[in-house]
């Protein structure tokens, strides 16, 4: 079995910084791509970012410049540095990852989420 598990989360004021983590653990061969996306209240769910195993990153246009998304492979675990935290990143934070679990299954795996919430 493979878990997948976020933290970090929480209550920060405009301007300030969280970083989250996301760390898979159990029976896993390799993991490709990981990624965080959010969904907001009444929103669609939107990309933040998605990191390859290379190390090959993408961000979504509206926190290029302010969010960081790095990895460490040989933790399985990859993180959102986010700064410059705005109310409109008040969201649910979720992790992804294309996990090649040992045997060669591939499943597309989500984190049950973590709150971000960014006061005025």
């Known amino acids: 079995q493979v878990q997948l598990v976020e933290s970090g989360g929480g209550l920060m004021r405009a301007g300030g910084s969280l970083r989250l983590s996301c760390a898979a653990s159990g029976s896993i061969f390799s993991i490709n791509a990981m990624g965080w996306y959010r969904q907001a209240p009444g929103k669609q769910r939107e990309l933040v970012a998605t990191?390859?195993?290379?190390?090959?990153?993408n961000y979504g246009d509206s926190v290029k410049g302010r969010f960081t998304i790095s990895r460490d492979n040989g933790k399985n675990t990859v993180y959102l540095q986010m700064n410059s935290l705005k109310p409109e990143d008040t969201a649910v934070y979720y992790c992804s990852a294309d996990v090649i679990a040992r045997g060669g299954s591939l499943y597309y795996m989500w984190g049950q989420g973590t709150q971000v919430t960014v006061s005025s």
């Open positions: 990191i390859t195993r290379g190390g090959i990153t």
